[in-house]
């Protein structure tokens, strides 16, 4: 898979998280409320999101959604926020790797979109099917040194 932007190479490091099985809709408002921010926040605010302490406020696929404390309409995104966590960690390793210093970096670059859908079906009566497929989200990473 190739990365959508590329940055230079001697102060960024990047992580590819591809067909994770979590929603893309989550995905997409995560994201949103992640990029630009410091990598150490960012791994807090994932955590808080898992342990449902802060909310992730929902700027899109909000319909019929509650409104939390301090902000609209928001969530707890937890399955996606353990992926977005694994690849961020990754990230965090990969800039290690390089001799670079994660507690000075950003997110320069995040994004994630569809990933393929994994095909099955539900029996039913008198001989029917229904699709019953899996979402799956392709996530993309790159930190960045301030």
């Known amino acids: 898979m190739k990365y959508s932007t590329y ?6 490091a990047r992580a590819y998280g591809r067909d994770l099985p979590c929603s893309p809709k989550h995905a997409e408002n995560l994201v949103r409320a992640l990029k630009g921010m410091n990598v ?5 605010l994932l955590e808080d999101v898992m342990n449902l302490k802060r909310a992730i406020p929902f700027r899109t696929h909000n319909t019929e959604r509650a409104h939390k404390k301090g902000m609209g309409p928001g969530g707890y995104p937890v399955k996606a926020s353990k992926y977005f966590l694994q690849v961020l960690r990754n990230a965090i390793n990969n800039a290690e790797y390089k001799g670079l210093e994660p507690d000075n970096m950003y997110i320069a670059h995040i994004s ?3 990933g393929r859908v994994i095909e099955g079906y539900m029996p ?14 392709n996530l993309e990473i790159i930190i960045e040194e301030r």
């Open 124 to 137: 039913r009566a008198m001989g029917r099917s229904s699709a019953w497929n899996e979402r799956t989200t």
């Open 40 to 44: 150490r926040e960012a791994e807090k």
């Open 112 to 114: 994630a979109y569809k």
């Open 7 to 12: 940055l230079d190479p001697e102060k960024s």
